[in-house]
């Protein structure tokens, strides 16, 4: 399994755009990368994935560049609602494996 | 279509009492994973069943067991509570896609034992 590495934690504040990066040297090819959000005494919530280049929804931005060995999540202009851990999970698309979440990255966001 | 329902949301137990904590998925998923998340290990996963059947399971001792029934909802069982099994307890389920296996978590239960 790749093992991801992501900052401890970042500050932001109200109206910028955020980018946070994970490693992941040792990705497979059928692993996929996923983001998810958390607060606190919540269960995580997904918030996108992506296999290769580019993956945009209406929350989010994931850029994961050709030899794959890390992505970036884009939030714009965060809000202070975003304050929250976000983790990535890099897994392969089928069979049997055990997910392992990093430490995640606690993002603060000040007015 | 409704989330993926833990229950209880809160417990309280003592040491060497057990416990079963519920989950259920969110309808048409057949694969349901639990988790224990603390704030010094962080989320670490405990099995995972799919078709009624343990299909994973992480590094967790014996005391840590779980079930899949066949409408897909899932118990996990705790017994002979330690201090150190106080902790969130989160659920997760899955669709199986022929390309990606995206988990939808659950509020969580969280779990004092005293």
């Known amino acids: 399994l790749a093992k991801t590495t992501q900052p401890i934690s970042m500050d932001s504040y109200e109206g910028q755009e955020v980018n946070i990066t994970c490693s992941h040297n040792?990705?497979?090819?059928?692993?996929?990368i996923t983001w998810y959000q958390q607060f606190p005494s919540q269960g995580p919530r997904f918030i996108i994935q992506?296999?290769?280049t580019k993956v945009t929804n209406e929350v989010a931005s994931l850029f994961i560049p050709a030899d794959r060995k890390s992505s970036t999540l884009s939030l714009p202009r965060v809000s202070l609602s975003d304050t929250a851990v976000y983790y990535c999970?890099?897994?392969?698309?089928?069979?049997?494996?055990?997910?392992?979440f990093g430490r995640g990255t606690s993002l603060i966001v000040h007015p | 279509k409704a989330g993926v329902t833990q229950t209880p949301r809160y417990l309280i137990k003592t040491r060497g009492q057990q416990v079963t904590l519920s989950c259920s998925p969110i309808s048409g998923h057949r694969s349901v994973s639990w988790y224990q998340q603390t704030p010094g290990q962080g989320l670490q996963f405990l099995f995972e069943?799919?078709?009624?059947?343990?299909?994973n399971k992480g590094n967790f001792p014996g005391r840590f067991s779980g079930r899949q029934f066949s409408n897909s909802r899932s118990e996990m069982n705790v017994s002979t509570l330690e201090l150190g099994d106080s902790a969130l307890y989160l659920c997760?389920?899955?669709?199986?896609?022929?390309?990606?296996?995206?988990?939808?978590f659950g509020p969580g239960t969280r779990l004092l034992v005293l």
């Open positions: 999970l890099v897994a392969p698309s089928g069979g049997s494996y055990i997910p392992t």
């Open positions: 069943y799919f078709s009624e059947t343990q299909r």
């Open positions: 997760a389920s899955s669709v199986r896609d022929s390309r990606v296996e995206t988990q939808y």
């Open positions: 040792n990705i497979a090819t059928n692993d996929y």
């Open positions: 992506g296999y290769k």
